[in-house]
Structures are given as structure tokens and as C-alpha cells.
């Protein structure tokens, strides 16, 4: 079975601070993404990764910035978090062409900014 | 923007009963997919529905699409208590890269 697995299940940050997110899937996956998931709005996505050191920008990316220095790994990093992105969290990963095939969840972070 | 639209947004039925969900959405795709998110939790991959496919089931699941009226719909037979879930519809074209586009989805409720 893939697993997709998250740095931290809850996490409380300060205003300001740096944060940094990381996700890890076991299955090989070419592609990794990263949504946040906000009551009423749904998942969006943040940023998406097709390949190692490729990146590219999704739906929401203001305030966000990425890494893939390895396939089995994505970070999602909060340069200088903010209340306004306390949320939820989740990290995906899929074969091939994204979209074609199914996307396998992790369990999630909940990051409350103070 | 958000491509894919579930209704009703909130659904209780009696444990038993068959749910329906429909899920409709504003241009061409490639296939559309359904995932269930437990409270606090990921999503689960539920059903792929190709654009050329009418009907697909799996197990107490059916999902049919209806490309010409842009619109799809999750059925779950002879609901259980651990139905109770949001369920969410996420389109995909080719044209958008990677990237499958998600509903705001519908939160099922089953009464014991």
C-alpha cells in the first residue's frame, strides 16, 4: 500500500515565524502536491512537484515556497507565517501524468499561527 | 477557479438507505475522480470515471457521468455508519498539467 506520511499531525506556530512542512511517500511517485483546505473552500493547491528540483505554482502560492530535493520527499516551507494561513494541510502524491491517476492523501497537518 | 461543484452540500440519511451525491462542473475533463475524507483526516481515493466511461461501480459504490450535461453523481447503496464522511468530486484535463481540481464537497451524516 502507498504511504504518504507528514511531518507533524498538529503544529502551533508564531506570527513571523519560519515554518517548514514535510511530506514523504514510499511508493516511487513521480509527482508530489501540497493543498491547504479551508472550511466552505474546498482543497486548493499550493504548489505541485512532477520531478525532483521541478516545481511548479498552483492555484494559492502567495506566501509559500517549496523543495524536492529528492523524489521521495516535498517540503512545504512558510517563510514568514501568518494568521491568515492557519489551516489544514495536506500533501499528495500520484504516478505518472498527475491527473490520470488517483491521488494518495497524507494524514495531514493542522498549523494554527498565533 | 473551482471547477467541480458538489450538492447537496450536507446529507443525512438513516443507516440503510442509499446516498446520493452529485457533483457538476464547467468545462471538458479527462476523467473525474471521488475521494472520502474522515473528520480530521487525508483524503481516500474512491473512483476514477474516465470522460469516456457512463457508469463504473465498486463495491456499494456507483458513479455515473453525464459529459453533455457536465455533471456526475456518487451512489452509496445500503448506507453504514462508517460512510459517514465528506465526500469530495475532483476534475482533471489534460490541459491543466498535473493538476485535478476539487469540490468543496458534501459532509454525509448517517443516523444509526
Known amino acids: 500500500d502507498v504511504k504518504v506520511t507528514q511531518s507533524s499531525r498538529y503544529l502551533v506556530k508564531r506570527t513571523g515565524e519560519k515554518v517548514f512542512l514535510e511530506c514523504v511517500q514510499d511508493m516511487d511517485h513521480e509527482n508530489m502536491f501540497w493543498y491547504r483546505q479551508d472550511p466552505g473552500l474546498g482543497l486548493r493547491l499550493i504548489y505541485f512537484s512532477y520531478d525532483v528540483k521541478m516545481k511548479e505554482k498552483g492555484d494559492i502560492p502567495e506566501g509559500y515556497s517549496v523543495s524536492r530535493e529528492k523524489k521521495e520527499r516535498f517540503s512545504l516551507i512558510l517563510e514568514s507565517a501568518s494568521t491568515n494561513q492557519t489551516s489544514m494541510y495536506l500533501c499528495?502524491?500520484?504516478?505518472?501524468?498527475?491527473?490520470?491517476?488517483?491521488?494518495?492523501f497524507g494524514p495531514g497537518t493542522r498549523l494554527t499561527v498565533t | 477557479s473551482q471547477q467541480g461543484e458538489e450538492d447537496p452540500q450536507a446529507l443525512s440519511i438513516q443507516e440503510g438507505e442509499n446516498a446520493t451525491m452529485n457533483c457538476s462542473y464547467k468545462?471538458?475533463?479527462?476523467?473525474l475522480q471521488w475521494y472520502r475524507q474522515n473528520s480530521g483526516r487525508g483524503l481516500v481515493h474512491l473512483i476514477l470515471?474516465?470522460?469516456?466511461?457512463r457508469e463504473k461501480h465498486s463495491g456499494r459504490l456507483r458513479v455515473t457521468l453525464d459529459t453533455s450535461k457536465k455533471s456526475s453523481s456518487l451512489l452509496i447503496t445500503a448506507s453504514r455508519a462508517a460512510d459517514t464522511a465528506s465526500y469530495f468530486c475532483?476534475?482533471?484535463?489534460?490541459?491543466?498539467?498535473?493538476?485535478?481540481?476539487f469540490g468543496s464537497g458534501t459532509r454525509l451524516s448517517i443516523r444509526p
Open positions: 499528495a502524491s500520484s504516478s505518472g501524468t498527475g491527473g490520470y491517476y488517483e491521488q494518495y
Open positions: 475532483a476534475t482533471f484535463r489534460y490541459s491543466s498539467a498535473s493538476k485535478i481540481i
Open positions: 470515471i474516465r470522460s469516456n466511461e
Open positions: 468545462t471538458s475533463i479527462n476523467n
